[in-house]
C-alpha cells in the first residue's frame, strides 16, 4: 500500500480502482461491474452526516451475529474511525471502522454491505481503505474480532488468541459487548468470535477479496 498523500491503482476482480487525496484525504473511485454498482462505488472518509446511513448498513445484517450493533449517535461520537463505500447516486452501501487502540495497534471492526451489494467487492476495498489508512499513520498490526475467520484469511490475518491483545483493548471490547443487546452477550463472552491479527508491512501488495 501507498500512504495517505500519494495515489495508486490497484486490480479488482469486479472492476478497476484508483486510490486518489481530496483535500487532504485519502480515498478510491471503484469502477464495478454488477447489477447494483454498474455506474461506479466511492470509498471515502465517513462524514458526521453519514452516521445513520452507516447505522442502517449494519442494521441491514443485524442477521449476522458476530456484527455489533451501533445507533446513529454512537456511530456519530466515531465517526473519525469509519470509511463508507457510497454508490454513484451517494447511497451508502457499506461501510467499516478502524479504531486506533495504541501508537501501534488498531482494529478494524463494522465491516458491512447492504444484502443487495455483496459478493461485488465492497468489502474488499473497504478493508484496503483502512489497511492504508492504518500503514499511514504508523500502524504495524491490525486485529479484528470476527465469527466469518475465513473471509478475513485472505486479507492476511492469522487466528490469536484473546489474550494476545492488551488488556485495555480487551476491556474496551468488552464495554462494548454489553452496550449490546443481551442475545449477543453470550456469543461473544463464550467464544463464538474468532480473534485474528495482521502484521502490516509498508511494502507489501494488498491482498484482494471480494463481499
Not at 487532504?24 to 462524514?47: D, F, Q
Not at 490469536?160 to 461473544?188: D, G, H, M, N, Y
Request: glycine content about 10%; some cysteine.
Amino acid at each position: 500500500m501507498v500512504s495517505s498523500n500519494q495515489g495508486s491503482a490497484s486490480s479488482n476482480p469486479h472492476g478497476s480502482c484508483a486510490c486518489r487525496v481530496a483535500g487532504g484525504r485519502w480515498y478510491s473511485v471503484c469502477h464495478a461491474e454488477g447489477p447494483s454498482l454498474n455506474e461506479g462505488l466511492t470509498i471515502k472518509p465517513a462524514t458526521t452526516a453519514e452516521a445513520t446511513a452507516i447505522s442502517s448498513v449494519l442494521a441491514a445484517n443485524r442477521d449476522d451475529r458476530g456484527l455489533f450493533q451501533e445507533s446513529p449517535g454512537a456511530v456519530a461520537r466515531t465517526i473519525e474511525d469509519f470509511f463508507v463505500a457510497a454508490d454513484c447516486s451517494g447511497r451508502v452501501v457499506g461501510c467499516a471502522g478502524l479504531h486506533r487502540d495504541s501508537s501501534k495497534l488498531a482494529e478494524i471492526y463494522a465491516v458491512a454491505v447492504t444484502p443487495q451489494c455483496q459478493g461485488q467487492g465492497v468489502g474488499g476495498q473497504l478493508m484496503q481503505a483502512c489497511s492504508q489508512a492504518a500503514r499511514s499513520r504508523g500502524i504495524q498490526h491490525l486485529w479484528l474480532a470476527t465469527v466469518k475467520p475465513e473471509y478475513f484469511k485472505r486479507y492476511g490475518f492469522q487466528v490469536i488468541s484473546r489474550l494476545e491483545l492488551p488488556v485495555a483493548t480487551l476491556l474496551r471490547k468488552l464495554r462494548q459487548t454489553f452496550q449490546q443487546p443481551a442475545e449477543r452477550w453470550l456469543p461473544a463472552l463464550l467464544g463464538k468470535h474468532t480473534f485474528m491479527r495482521s502484521a502490516l508491512n509498508a511494502n507489501s501488495d494488498d491482498q484482494k477479496g471480494s463481499r
